[in-house]
């Protein structure tokens, strides 16, 4: 081995001094490129790691909130009420709260403020109800036979059934606003996305043509 080093320094002392000034600059030039590299990777994982951390910050209060449909059976009554079922499970109030069952395209409801819960909170959407009952009332003759050949169709098991199936199998788009102003939406299938905007600035997203007022529901 060291017979291998000694024929090297001849070697390297054998060359012009300009040659051996030139491959010192490159071997100077490869590590400090090796240097800058290191440098790049390491501020390129800093700065993902800052983002994720970013991230997950800006989704602690949004990741909290979710609601989704529920319709109830008044076997009484004969008939169905639809319901949203709403979690804040954060400390802080959500605001404009929308909810759009995706059946009823041309409605949506705002609830102005959604206070934090402990548990589940029920809020009844009647409009939901009684546009549901429409749907049924629109049903062809056969489609509704086929659910009850009765043809008691707004009320009963068979309304019940039908309410059920159009409402829950599409389920709610859920917007809202988090405490730090910035606008969620929770998808029919549960992700969470800010929404999208177009160049002109608009959502995407389409809102509802009519909107009903919700209110917050008091304890008893």
């Known amino acids: 081995m060291g017979s291998v080093w000694g024929d090297f320094l001849s070697w390297l002392s054998s060359l012009n001094p300009s040659w051996v000034?030139?491959?010192?600059?490159?071997?100077?030039?490869?590590?400090?490129?090796?240097?800058?590299?290191?440098?790049?990777?390491?501020?390129r994982a800093a700065w993902k790691q800052l983002e994720h951390l970013k991230e997950q910050k800006e989704l602690e209060q949004a990741s909290k909130i979710s609601g989704w449909l529920a319709v109830e059976s008044d076997h009484e009554a004969g008939t169905f009420q639809v319901n949203l079922r709403f979690v804040n499970a954060s400390r802080l109030p959500v605001h404009q709260v929308l909810v759009q069952p995706v059946a009823l395209e041309a409605d949506e409801a705002m609830l102005e403020l959604a206070e934090p819960t402990?548990?589940?909170?029920?809020?009844?959407?009647?409009?939901?109800?009684q546009r549901a009952k429409e749907l049924i009332a629109r049903e062809t003759e056969k489609s509704?036979?086929?659910?009850?050949?009765?043809?008691?169709?707004?009320?009963?098991?068979?309304?019940?059934?039908?309410?059920?199936a159009v409402l829950l199998k599409q389920g709610t788009v859920l917007w809202f606003r988090d405490s730090q102003n910035r606008t969620w939406i929770r998808r029919a299938n549960g992700t969470l996305e800010p929404p999208k905007l177009d160049r002109k600035g608009n959502y995407v997203d389409g809102r509802a043509l009519i909107r009903h007022p919700l209110e917050w529901p008091v304890e008893s």
């Not at 402990?118 to 109800?129: C, G, N, Y």
């Open 21 to 43: 000034s030139a491959i010192a600059s490159c071997l100077t030039v490869l590590v400090s490129l090796a240097a800058f590299c290191t440098a790049v990777w390491a501020a």
């Open 144 to 164: 509704l036979r086929e659910l009850d050949p009765e043809e008691h169709f707004l009320a009963g098991p068979a309304a019940y059934a039908f309410a059920r």
């Open 118 to 129: 402990e548990k589940i909170v029920t809020i009844p959407l009647d409009f939901a109800t």
